[in-house]
């Protein structure tokens, strides 16, 4: 018997609110969380959105990459996903795949100098993240895929990816929330995930566009706290 969630929704009777976390099926996507971009001269940003966003973001990183590396080898009866115990991590970067840049989406070169900044071909880890959010591949490993347009469903292999980890569920934490992270959740709905934004796990530069963000993408997602991620992750027994 298959276990794929889009086969349980009822087409007019089905809502968001009726598929919580799923622990094999979900993944954390971090967006944007960087060097490069988490700097900004708004005060509400520096002293409130940032600092939110990064220690909630921390808080989910350590659970779904506890989850994912746990010893226990999962045998569903469908024999499918085998030793997978899902809770995938996977983060997203501006980065450009050449020297000078000249990959980046029309979008991105036309955003004003700053962008000319962006990490190129061949910048490290090191220089790419911050010390305490970026991707760890000891264990099972985090994904990292760099990318050059405001939703990473645009200009990576991201959807390939997923499809391959057998994720349905996307739970989506980073920055700017009524750009980036608004681009790819739309996205995504559209390509069939079950998306869950992380509000505390979100920034903007103030706090009228961080609501217009949320509101924007009402319609594509869940809305929901990194407290409410922890107890449905906590909540389910591997299904």
Do not use: W
Request: net charge negative; proline share 4%; hydrophobic share 35%.
């Amino acid at each position: 018997m298959s276990t794929c969630l889009r086969e349980k929704v009822k087409l007019g009777v089905s809502k968001r609110t009726d598929f919580p976390l799923q622990r094999r099926k979900a993944a954390l996507l971090v967006i944007d969380v960087q060097t490069y971009c988490c700097d900004g001269n708004s005060t509400y940003y520096k002293e409130e959105s940032l600092p939110r966003m990064l220690s909630n973001i921390e808080t989910l990183l350590a659970k779904f990459r506890e989850l994912r590396d746990h010893d226990e080898i999962v045998s569903p009866p469908d024999g499918v996903n085998t030793n997978r115990n899902g809770c995938e991590v996977i983060f997203t970067a501006i980065q450009a795949l050449t020297k000078d840049g000249r990959d980046i989406s029309l979008d991105y070169m036309l955003s004003g100098p700053y962008f000319a900044g962006l990490p190129k071909v061949g910048a490290t880890i090191d220089e790419i993240f911050l010390p305490n959010i970026r991707p760890d591949f000891s264990g099972k490993g985090d994904l990292f895929i760099p990318k050059t347009a405001s939703s990473v469903f645009h200009s990576t292999n991201i959807n390939y990816v997923l499809r391959n980890l057998n994720i349905e569920q996307l739970v989506v934490v980073g920055r700017i929330t009524e750009q980036c992270v608004e681009s790819t959740v739309r996205n995504a709905a559209d390509m069939g995930y079950f998306v869950s934004v992380v509000t505390d796990a979100c920034a903007s530069y103030s706090q009228t566009s961080h609501d217009q963000g949320l509101s924007g993408m009402r319609g594509y997602c869940r809305q929901v706290t990194t407290e409410q991620v922890l107890e449905e992750l906590n909540t389910d027994s591997v299904s």
